[in-house]
């Protein structure tokens, strides 16, 4: 057993407060002159350098990180990262005025069905290399890009090799040979499709939306998913106010994603139930949309987490730190805020506690940063401040 000791951390971000209930900074669980020791790919003891223990001080590699920032590994909670096809051209046309629609999906559907497993797995290995060198530890990976049982299945597949947090998402939108016959889709999703793609996947999720699938279809499509296992996930108003938060909230969905048009209805129900709500700053910065108001969620007590939503169409960075600085100056959140959303935010949304924090016991994810505080997420945007990342106590960046 190799014990690994991070010394030299001028600020570490736990996520592990004295008091469970702290808000603010103080939800952080910042510590001043910090070490932490790894072993096994586990956090074996963490705290101010001076108090280290005899097994820290006896660890086989010390590494002095010469006072980085250290913070939890990123978990991004949604991201759609198997596709072949680019889009730049529709990007193109919506900074010149095009509104946005989610009718785009479709060309990306016709590129990826052409794509052969080895390229799309070449791309989709890129996309964890690009993850990890910008401190992301943990992704969830969704489907929805097949459409069609063999290709679902394969997408899946691929997602797995990657990741354990894959979603079977056939419900993105319905297929154009579909299109005169949408329930006889969902049938196809809810049998064929579904015994297919579960034996990979974690979780079924459904986009709800006018122009997608109707809130009876989407019970529909959940239902069946959560009687074969899966955790229930939502995308819902993104394109206007609807009844998935509500459907997220009464089958007690993991998460509602989106969330750029809710109701006041909509955040009482979320703040008096366990979904988290999951918001996607990436997707607003890229369809010019209006951009979620995470201020009102969280002074509502609605738990919030942050992620890229990385895909061809609407939001195409995987750039964490880049979400967290659009959530700071647009979305209402603090520096404080926006980080524990982007880390603790999405462990809760995947009902995950072993990531997200810094803690005995939990996995040793995690990014240093070349800046005196996490503030520098935000204060320096676009900047390249990470600087190394660990994943199960491995150095991947």
């Known amino acids: 057993m190799t014990r690994e000791l991070l010394t030299g951390i001028g600020q570490l971000v736990t996520n592990d407060p004295a008091d469970p209930a702290a808000t603010g900074v103080d939800r952080l669980g910042l510590v001043a002159d910090a070490a932490v020791l790894i072993e096994e790919g586990r956090v074996a003891w963490v705290g101010n350098a001076s108090a280290a223990p005899a097994a820290a001080r006896a660890a086989e590699v010390v590494t002095d990180l010469g006072g980085a920032t250290v913070i939890p590994g990123f978990v991004d909670s949604h991201s759609h990262l198997v596709f072949a096809g680019d889009r730049s051209a529709e990007f193109e046309a919506r900074m010149s005025g095009t509104p946005y629609t989610a009718g785009g999906i479709r060309s990306t559907v016709a590129a990826t069905r052409a794509a052969s497993d080895s390229e799309l797995l070449a791309r989709l290995r890129g996309f964890i290399r690009e993850l990890h060198r910008q401190g ?219 990531i997200g924090r810094v803690a005995v016991g939990a996995r040793a994810d995690l990014a240093a940063l070349a800046a005196p505080s996490y503030v520098h997420l935000a204060y320096r945007p676009g900047v390249p401040l990470v600087s190394a990342t660990w994943k199960d106590g491995v150095r991947v960046a």
């Not at 394109?239 to 993991?254: D, I, K, N, W």
């Open 136 to 354: 992301t530890t943990t992704v969830e990976i969704k489907s929805g890009y097949g459409l069609s049982v063999h290709d679902e299945e394969r997408l899946v597949a691929l997602a797995a090799s990657v990741t354990d947090e894959v979603t079977f998402l056939g419900a993105h939108v319905v297929p154009t040979d579909y299109a005169a016959d949408p329930d006889a889709y969902v049938d196809l999703v809810t049998g064929p499709m579904l015994d297919a793609c579960a034996p990979h996947a974690r979780w079924i999720d459904v986009f709800c939306e006018t122009g997608a699938f109707t809130v009876e279809q989407s019970r529909r499509i959940l239902e069946a998913g959560a009687v074969r296992g899966l955790g229930l996930r939502v995308h819902a108003s993104q394109l206007g106010p609807g009844e998935g938060v509500q459907l997220a909230v009464s089958l007690g969905a993991a998460s509602v994603d989106h969330c750029t048009y809710l109701t006041d209805a909509d955040i009482a129900a979320l703040a008096g139930s366990s979904t988290v709500t999951t918001l996607l700053p990436g997707v607003e910065f890229s369809t010019r949309q209006p951009y979620p108001d995470a201020r009102r969620l969280i002074d509502a007590g609605v738990t919030v987490a942050i992620a890229c939503d990385c895909n061809p169409g609407s939001s195409f960075t995987s750039s964490m730190p880049f979400c967290i600085a659009v959530a700071v100056r647009d979305m209402g959140m603090t520096p404080a805020e926006a980080l524990w959303s982007a880390t603790a935010g999405g462990a809760a949304a995947l009902r995950r506690s072993d």
